[in-house]
């Protein structure tokens, strides 16, 4: 088994910054990609953010330029930097990755963490 455990949240002004971690923990080996999705009210969860292994990132186009997502290979800790933040960011955020671990590859998610935005 792996957790996801997600740190960070909270209420920003637009035009503000926060910082989400999402720290990993279990038989972990190695991790293959972790990376952040977001769930407003009434939408379909949708990626934010990814990072490989390698350090290959992936972003929505809505947070490019925003947004960076970092990993601590030797924390197993994936961060989301997110600047100049307005109220279309607030949802919940989670934390998802996949693993190689004892038992073979393993997906696994966060139970989230809220971000709000007021105007």
């Known amino acids: 088994q792996v957790q996801l455990v997600e740190s960070g949240g909270g209420l920003v002004q637009a035009g503000g910054s926060l910082r989400l971690s999402c720290a990993a923990s279990g038989s972990i080996f190695s991790i293959n990609t972790m990376g952040w999705y977001r769930q407003a009210p009434g939408k379909q969860r949708e990626l934010v953010a990814a990072?490989?292994?390698?350090?290959?990132?992936n972003y929505a186009d809505s947070v490019k330029g925003r947004f960076t997502i970092s990993m601590d290979n030797a924390k197993n800790t994936v961060y989301l930097q997110m600047n100049s933040l307005n109220p279309e960011d607030a949802a919940i955020y989670f934390c998802?990755?996949?693993?190689?671990?004892?038992?073979?590859?393993?997906?696994?998610w966060g139970r989230g963490t809220q971000v709000t935005v007021s105007s």
């Open positions: 998802s990755g996949t693993f190689n671990t004892l038992w073979g590859g393993k997906d696994s």
């Open positions: 990072i490989a292994s390698g350090g290959s990132t």
